[in-house]
């Protein structure tokens, strides 16, 4: 994933939204080609579920976490489902 991390001086946009002007700003770049996005998205994803584990999450709980960010509003179909599942070893 590329992305690029850049502190800013105080600006008065940056404090009428209420963040931090020294917290760092995490720009992404989007993926030049599809296989690209792919791999970061994987990546991704395979990044969120460690942390899960890590913070003492089950798998079951990581599982629903994920899709639930995922779908944002609209329930995954059986597709969508299948291929989370086998990123994450459940088949």
Do not use: F, Q
């Not at 002007?21 to 296989?35: H, I, K, N, R, Y």
């Not at 059986?78 to 070893?89: A, C, Q, R």
């Amino acid at each position: 994933m590329t992305a690029i991390k850049a502190t800013t001086p105080s600006a008065s946009s940056d404090e009428d939204h209420g963040r931090d002007p020294l917290e760092p700003v995490v720009v992404v770049v989007p993926s030049a080609t599809e296989d690209e996005a792919k791999t970061r998205y994987a990546v991704a994803l395979e990044k969120g579920v460690t942390t899960l584990l890590e913070r003492g999450y089950g798998r079951e709980r990581v599982s629903n976490e994920l899709m639930n960010e995922i779908a944002d509003g609209c329930a995954p179909d059986e597709e969508e489902v299948s291929s989370i599942g086998g990123w994450v070893g459940w088949r």
